[in-house]
């Protein structure tokens, strides 16, 4: 089983940035595709990144594309969630979530494991 801790969050102002970290531990990490999803306050979670078991393949919601940037250090089990120009708008709770499948895809429905969150605040 395939255990996930996210870390990084914390209160930013607009046009900030910061950088999420999703720890893997338990089970051979590349064997998983990773991605990360956000839920905010009163809205259903949804899929902002993820990537590939090798990396090769990575996709992106509209909402963050150009100024997210999903990467993974196999070596060290992690994958990292570079965050820019945040707006009011990413504030949510942030969560990966791992998946024994070579695709990269934005569905919830897809992950079987799940890490417990990291929050984000956007405000100034």
């Known amino acids: 089983q395939l255990r996930l801790v996210e870390s990084g969050g914390g209160l930013v102002q607009p046009g900030g940035s910061l950088r999420l970290s999703c720890a893997a531990s338990?089970?051979?990490?590349?064997?998983?595709?990773i991605g990360w999803f956000r839920q905010a306050p009163g809205k259903e979670r949804e899929g902002i990144s993820c990537i590939s078991i090798d990396g090769e393949r990575i996709s992106y919601d509209d909402s963050v594309k150009g100024r997210f940037t999903i990467s993974r250090d196999n070596a060290n089990n992690m994958v990292y969630l570079q965050m820019n120009s945040l707006k009011p708008e990413d504030t949510a709770d942030y969560f990966c979530a791992a998946v024994q499948f070579r695709e990269c895809r934005l569905s919830a429905a897809t992950y079987a494991s799940w890490g417990q969150g990291t929050q984000v605040t956007v405000s100034s």
């Open positions: 338990g089970s051979p990490f590349n064997h998983y595709t």
